[in-house]
């Protein structure tokens, strides 16, 4: 089956792609409006882009009036904003943090949130989060219909527990983040895993 995405089966490139490009990491975006009110969205549009310098990217679509989201609003406005990592313990409330409210209201309060402050960029982290990166807006572009915000990673928080200061790297397995499956409510677990170690 060959599908072709800019002709007759254009319509469908969503549905493809997010089925298809599975499992997607999660970011849950804290951002802040020009009163200080603090927005928190997922964003499974994302994915670590670099690491010289640390980039992430995501894309926040707009909403189905054509408007931005909040998330695009903010940073478009701040140039600043908190990629929070979403695991098991917080998928409930992530899912709750997805409900669409009137511009200048915080999801925070009815999912069970805290906010928690950052270091170096003024939107808060997510207190419950594993783990938190801190970024100011590198650029964003505009691809058709498609708005990608590239980060630069200034700080990453991560639980203690998560850390392993002999080696400097984040325990994986105890790190149990969950992905973003086909649309439209499918999520995984990333709980069974295998190593392969690349040929020398």
């Not at 511009?103 to 938190?132: D, M, N, Q, Y």
């Not at 990453?156 to 409510?185: Q, W």
Request: charged share 25%.
């Amino acid at each position: 089956m060959e599908l072709d995405l800019e002709g007759k089966h254009a319509d469908r490139a969503y549905a493809m792609l997010v089925s298809l490009v599975t499992p997607r990491p999660i970011a849950w975006v804290t951002t802040l409006d020009d009163k200080g009110v603090v927005n928190a969205a997922p964003f499974s549009f994302f994915n670590a882009l670099g690491a010289n310098p640390p980039i992430i990217g995501f894309c926040p679509g707009d909403r189905d009036d054509g408007t931005p989201k909040d998330t695009a609003r903010n940073i478009r406005s701040n140039h600043e904003f908190v990629v929070n990592l979403v695991d098991e313990a917080l998928a409930e409330a992530m899912n709750r943090t997805s409900a669409t409210l009137p511009f200048g209201t915080s999801e925070l309060p009815g999912a069970g949130l805290t906010a928690a402050a950052s270091s170096v960029v003024k939107p808060p982290r997510i207190a419950e989060a594993p783990a938190s990166l801190e970024c100011a807006e590198w650029g964003t572009l505009q691809i058709g219909g498609n708005r990608l915000i590239i980060g630069l990673v200034k700080r990453i928080h991560v639980r203690d527990e998560l850390f392993d200061p002999k080696t400097l790297r984040i325990r994986s397995e105890r790190f149990h983040v969950i992905g973003r499956m086909a649309s439209p409510n499918w999520y995984c677990r990333t709980t069974d895993r295998f190593e392969m170690k690349r040929p020398d």
